[in-house]
């Protein structure tokens, strides 16, 4: 036995020393071994049929299937390829919110007689910049031209009309939060929760819309069902939240109810949103405190009437059957949302089945233009205030959905984009490379707070001095002013149509005086 043991050790010292001794040629035999591991392997595996019948060499296909995303955004796509956001778009958002040169060079790369592309018509004699009122030293200020709620104890207006939508701590990490959080408060944004509840990281000092869905996170009971009481007990403690939300659904899955994974309900997150750790957290895909327009109608009423906020609800649009029916109960009641958010098909911020992605929804030009004209009609549209989101963070957009009648634009995306994101399109795997969507501690740590929190707020106020000077070049002194007639969509070579009169409608008028009248805000205290 034992001379055996010392044959074995004989055998591996000689081993041992021709490899020593010929270091290239045992190199290569690894490497031969290797390989015909690798083949053997491939060949009788039965799960990938590329591999099985290609091997090692099939393995290629995977790896380039896996780096394809990368090498088309980076190598292949040109300027105005790309979706959701070409690289123009971004390269627009990323300058703005570092402050550097956001202008373009050479002229146009757009087809301008591509149909539904919009031309802003400037006037002849813009409104002089130096007769520009600005407010607090912020050259930037555009406050909201409605009071939100002003039959509610404390009713709202809005310091700006381009805030932060709906992205909830969970989908988010703590430092992406806390950032946007930071951005909105330093330039006088609101900050929408999102459906998870209000957190510590949503209390940097910005404004606060608190958002309710479907699973009442962080004002439920163990059981899961609404809780007002606990609701009143977080308003009343923190006067930072303004307004409160119901989310009926979003552009990205509306009907569809939500899960984030067992793997991001930490112990905080279930502390706040009051759910288990280590389990998945499901959001319904339907309310259950109400299931018609009357309860609904009644719940906005009960949470108005026991905070005191005004108190609004958001949805997709669908049917039109819904929108009519809440227009008669409140014409009926005199009661009803404060503010509507119209999110259109385009919207995104939520991971979706394809097909709701690309087929569930209006898209929001045409969800938001059957929804207004028929509260129009019913003489309510004057009542309402008028949030519009999806895809809506660049100037011309804006400008088109407040000519079409919003009053309020909501950014979700491209707040992401001005604090590192970099559309990997990973939002839904918990490995964000950017570090905004993920609760990865490691991948977090990319995010510094402090200064993606001012690239946010100098892309918001960016955003705002832009929507100020082509108000500005049409002769107005706010974007408010705009109209369908200061718009025309071209419907194809040499023939363009305005957009009052493609969309059939006008928006309600204006009654606006001057700006410097606009910014008196009402105060609420905790």
């Not at 984030?260 to 895909?285: F, Q, W, Y």
């Not at 979706?352 to 004209?373: E, M, W």
Request: aromatic share 10%.
């Amino acid at each position: 036995m034992s001379s055996k043991i010392e044959m074995d050790a004989q055998m591996m010292n000689q081993i041992l020393t021709w490899i020593e001794t010929n270091p290239i040629s045992s190199t290569w035999i690894g490497i031969l071994l290797f390989f015909v591991f690798v083949f053997l392997r491939d060949i009788t595996q039965k799960k990938h049929t590329i591999q099985r019948n290609f091997p090692i060499v099939g393995r290629l296909r995977y790896f380039l299937e896996m780096i394809g995303p990368e090498l088309r955004q980076y190598w292949v796509a040109n300027d105005k390829e790309e979706r959701p956001f070409d690289r123009t778009e971004r390269s627009w958002i990323y300058a703005t919110a570092k402050g550097q040169n956001n202008n373009f060079g050479f002229g146009t790369t757009e087809i301008q007689y591509e149909p539904g592309y919009p031309i802003i018509k400037h006037k002849a004699f813009p409104y002089p910049e130096s007769k520009a009122y600005i407010h607090n030293n912020d050259p930037s200020c555009i406050p909201c031209l409605k009071v939100i709620g002003p039959n509610r104890k404390f009713p709202y207006r809005p310091y700006s009309i381009v805030n932060i939508s709906a992205m909830s701590f969970g989908s988010l990490g703590k430092n992406a939060v806390l950032a946007l959080n930071r951005g909105a408060r330093d330039s006088g944004s609101y900050h929408n929760t999102g459906e998870g509840g209000l957190s510590h990281y949503h209390m940097e000092g910005a404004d606060i819309v608190w958002q309710i869905g479907t699973g009442y996170f962080g004002a439920r009971d163990h059981s899961g069902k609404f809780n007002l009481d606990l609701l009143k007990e977080k308003v009343g403690t923190n006067a930072c939240v303004k307004m409160i939300e119901i989310k009926l659904s979003q552009g990205a899955k509306p009907g569809k109810g939500g899960i984030l994974p067992a793997k991001k309900v930490n112990a905080e997150i279930a502390s706040i949103r009051h759910v288990e750790e280590g389990k998945d957290c499901i959001s319904p895909n339907s309310h259950s405190e109400f299931t018609n327009v009357k309860e609904l109608v009644q719940f906005i009423e009960t949470i108005a009437n026991g905070t005191g906020l005004p108190v609004g609800i958001k949805s997709a649009v669908g049917e039109i059957e819904f929108w009519q029916e809440l227009a008669d109960e409140m014409k009926r009641t005199s009661k009803g949302p404060d503010f509507i958010t119209i999110d259109g098909g385009e919207g995104g911020t939520g991971a979706a089945p394809l097909t709701y992605a690309d087929h569930v929804s209006l898209p929001f030009k045409i969800g938001f233009q059957r929804v207004y004209t028929l509260f129009q009609k019913e003489g309510l549209s004057e009542q309402i205030v008028w949030i519009g989101s999806g895809k809506l963070g660049f100037p011309d957009r804006a400008v088109v959905a407040i000519a079409m009648g919003c009053d309020l634009i909501n950014i979700a995306r491209e707040a992401m984009l001005s604090i590192g994101c970099i559309q990997a399109q990973k939002c839904h795997t918990d490995h964000c490379p950017a570090g905004v969507a993920t609760q990865n501690w490691w991948l977090q740590r990319g995010v510094d707070p402090t200064i993606k929190g001012k690239r946010a707020a100098k892309y918001i106020q960016g955003f705002r001095k832009e929507l100020l000077s082509l108000a500005h070049s049409c002769g107005y002194e706010h974007p408010g002013q705009f109209t369908g007639q200061d718009i025309e969509i071209s419907m194809g070579m040499n023939r363009y149509q305005t957009l009052e009169g493609l969309l059939g409608y006008k928006r309600d008028e204006v009654k606006f005086t001057k700006l410097q009248d606009y910014t008196v805000f009402p105060k609420r205290q905790a």
